[in-house]
């Protein structure tokens, strides 16, 4: 999903990777040669990389952040420190300033509850 890179002032970020456009091209041609039967799913999961193509950057590397943090037992919400070790232990390539801004975005791009 997403790669560190070095910035050209020497500190790292993150590069976020998008595949939507890439998938949602692939279920359109699957479409035009889909039996009746098949219309409605690949319909169906068209819309759903359409939504996905529409989620702001942050809310993407959020929701990585904390599904890396799920995975160790944790939630964007517990000890930062603890949450920030989480995320680097998930990728360790990470600066410990990225892996922050990770966690703060998961904080903030967490899906409503209800």
């Given at each position: ?71 160790r037992g944790l939630s964007p919400e517990d000890d930062t ?34």
């Amino acid at each position: 999903m997403f790669r560190t890179t070095k910035s050209p002032s020497d500190l790292e970020s993150v590069l976020l990777v998008r595949e939507a456009p890439e998938l949602a091209a692939a279920l359109r041609e699957a479409l035009g040669s889909a039996t009746e039967e098949q219309r409605a799913g690949l319909e169906v999961a068209l819309a759903i990389v359409a939504q996905a193509a529409e989620r702001p950057d942050p809310a993407v590397r959020g929701g990585w952040a904390e599904r890396a943090l799920a995975v160790r037992g944790l939630s964007p919400e517990d000890d930062t420190v603890a949450a920030v070790k989480a995320v680097r232990e998930a990728a360790p390539a990470l600066s410990l300033l990225s892996a922050h801004q990770l966690v703060q975005e998961a904080r903030l791009h967490r899906p409503a509850a209800g």
